[in-house]
């Protein structure tokens, strides 16, 4: 089975967040870069399945050089072999794009990417994949299981959870679910060294066109300042939930 891992290059959820030109771009400046968490979940699952089921891996972003360390930390954790698509990822379009075409020059039986990046948000590439391929797709997935060509997985849907039997070859956004984190890997110093032996292929973008741009970003307005009630005064309280937090 030839599986591949869609790998985001996203902010640290630590790094403090700025704009430039007029908050229309993000500031990179002194920000950490990591493997989006919905895609860390998908590479472990991938490499459990290279493990128990002698998978191959393989993990491909879309991005500038930039992105190669989260590609070769990638690599250390365990996957095989790595595909950076050299292109400013603009836009979810864009993106889907790039990826269906790797999938379709790498013929994968099964694609892992995260049901969301951390950054954006947007939630569509996946979807997008799918659509531009016509391969079977299961969004939120919690657990996948394959047998042969056979597809058990488990997903998140509004009030539970449910369970799809499908078949390869299969596009999934994947979630916390598909492993625990207390599963997710640290790479060891083998695992640092022997990535720096394995192949990152670069490839030229395919055109496509780029639907959406960013107008301008806002950050979320400062919390206002706590007022402190002393337990004894209940009436200041009530005329403060009456008149300024207008709750009661």
């Given at each position: 089975?030839k599986?591949?891992?869609c790998?985001?290059h996203v ?5 403090k967040?700025?704009f430039?030109?007029?908050d229309?771009e993000?500031?990179?400046n002194?920000?950490q870069y990591?493997i ?5 979940f ?9 493990e128990?089921?002698g998978?191959?891996?393989t993990?491909?972003n ?5 992105t190669?360390p989260?590609?070769r930390?990638?690599l250390a ?5 790595a595909?950076r698509?050299n ?6 379009f864009?993106?889907a ?9 790498g013929n994968?039986?099964?694609?892992i990417?995260?049901?969301e990046s951390?950054d ?10 799918a ?5 079977n797709?299961?969004n939120?997935?919690t657990?996948v299981t ?7 997985a488990?997903?998140?849907i ?6 799809v039997?499908?078949?390869l ?7 916390k679910g598909?492993v625990e ?11 640092i060294m ?7 292929t670069?490839?030229?973008?395919i055109?496509?066109?780029?639907n959406?741009?960013a107008?301008?970003?806002?950050k979320?307005a400062?919390?206002?300042?706590v007022k ?7 009436d ?7 008149n300024?937090?207008k709750?009661i």
């Open positions: 089975m599986i591949l891992v790998i985001s902010p640290d959820t630590t790094s967040i700025n430039t030109n007029g229309s993000f500031d990179t002194g920000v990591v989006n968490p919905n895609d860390e998908g590479l472990t699952r991938a490499i459990w399945f290279q128990k089921q998978a191959t891996v993990v491909v879309v991005g500038g050089p930039d190669e989260t590609l930390k990638a954790i365990g996957a095989n072999e595909i698509v292109a400013t990822p603009t836009d979810g864009f993106v794009k790039q990826l269906a075409e790797v999938i379709k020059n994968y039986d099964l694609v990417a995260g049901k951390l954006y948000n947007g939630g569509m590439v996946p979807g997008m994949i659509g531009i391929l016509s391969y797709f299961l939120s997935c657990s394959v047998e042969g060509t056979n597809v058990t488990v997903r998140e509004d009030g539970g959870k449910e369970t039997s499908t078949s070859p299969l596009i999934i956004g994947g979630q598909l984190e207390k599963d997710l890997r640290i790479p060891n110093m083998r695992g022997t990535a720096r032996s394995k192949a990152l670069i490839v030229e973008p055109d496509a066109s780029t959406t741009k107008v301008k970003f806002e979320p400062a919390k206002s300042a402190l009630v002393s337990p004894d005064n209940l200041e309280l009530v005329s403060l939930l009456h300024e937090a709750v």
